[in-house]
C-alpha cells in the first residue's frame, strides 16, 4: 500500500527557515498538501496542489513537489508557526496522510 | 463563509456504536464530497472515507469498510458517520472536512470527541 513519510520533528530558530519533506513513491506525480495543527485546534490548510496558498495563509508558507519529495518551506520563522505539520496526497481514489511533523521554533 | 458543524461528545462502551453529524453551511452542499479523519490521542491524522453528498457515493479506507457508514441528508445539508462495534482503540477526535476534487481538504470541523470505555 502506498504510504507517505515524514520526519517526526524539526527545529528552526526564529527568522530561520524551516524544511518539512513528505517522501512517497512518485509522489511529485500526485497532488501534495499540506496542514498545520496547533494543540486543541482542527487541521488548517496551508498549501494544495503542490504549491498554492489558500487566501489568509502568510506568504511565508512555500511548497514543492518533484520526484518522490514534496516539501513545505517556512520561510522566516515565527513563534506562532510552531505545530504539527501534515502532507497529505491521493492514491487510488484513497486519501493519504503522512505520519506528522513536529515543528518546534526555539 | 463555510462553516461545518459538528455533534458534541460522545461515551460508549466497547461494542456499541457512535454516529456523528456534521451539518454544512456556507456553500452548496452537493458540490463537495465530505472526508471523515480522526485522530486518536497523541498521534497523528486518519482518513476514514468520503461521501458524494450528490450521489451517496462512498469510498472507505480498508482497514474501516465494513465498520464504518458514511451517509447524507440533503434536504439538511447533513453528513454521518458511524462507526459499529467500537473498541478502546477507536477513542479519538473526529473530524469532517470538505474535499475540493481529488485534491485538498479545505475547511474541516470542529471535531468530536467519542471515548470508548468500559
Known amino acids: 500500500s502506498y504510504e507517505l513519510t515524514q520526519p517526526p520533528s524539526v527545529s528552526v530558530s526564529p527568522g530561520q527557515t524551516a524544511s518539512i519533506t513528505c517522501s512517497g513513491d512518485?509522489?511529485?506525480?500526485?497532488?501534495a498538501c499540506w496542514y498545520q495543527q496547533k494543540p486543541g485546534q482542527s487541521p488548517v490548510l496551508v498549501i494544495y496542489?503542490?504549491?498554492k496558498r489558500p487566501s489568509g495563509i502568510p506568504e511565508r508558507f512555500s511548497g514543492s513537489n518533484s520526484g518522490n519529495t514534496a516539501t513545505l518551506t517556512i520561510s522566516g520563522t515565527q513563534i506562532l508557526d510552531e505545530a504539527d505539520y501534515y502532507c497529505?496526497?491521493?492514491?487510488?481514489?484513497?486519501?493519504?496522510f503522512g505520519g506528522g511533523t513536529k515543528v518546534t521554533v526555539l | 463563509q463555510v462553516q461545518l458543524v459538528q455533534s458534541g461528545a460522545e461515551v460508549k462502551k466497547p461494542g456499541a456504536s457512535v454516529t456523528v453529524s456534521c451539518k454544512a453551511s456556507?456553500?452548496?452542499?452537493?458540490?463537495?464530497?465530505m472526508h471523515w479523519v480522526r485522530q486518536a490521542p497523541g498521534q497523528g491524522l486518519e482518513w476514514l472515507g468520503w461521501?458524494?453528498?450528490?450521489?451517496?457515493?462512498?469510498k472507505y479506507a480498508q482497514k474501516f469498510q465494513g465498520r464504518v457508514t458514511l451517509t447524507r441528508d440533503t434536504s439538511i445539508s447533513t453528513a454521518y458517520m458511524e462507526v459499529s462495534r467500537l473498541r478502546s482503540d477507536d477513542t479519538a477526535v473526529y473530524y469532517c472536512?470538505?474535499?475540493?476534487?481529488?485534491?485538498?481538504?479545505?475547511?474541516w470541523g470542529q471535531g468530536t470527541l467519542v471515548t470508548v470505555s468500559s
Open positions: 461521501i458524494s453528498p450528490n450521489n451517496g457515493g462512498t
Open positions: 496542489q503542490d504549491d
Open positions: 456556507g456553500y452548496t452542499f452537493t458540490g463537495y464530497y
Open positions: 497529505q496526497a491521493w492514491d487510488s481514489s484513497i486519501v493519504l
Open positions: 512518485k509522489l511529485g506525480d500526485k497532488f
Open positions: 472536512a470538505r474535499g475540493t476534487g481529488f485534491s485538498q481538504l479545505d475547511f
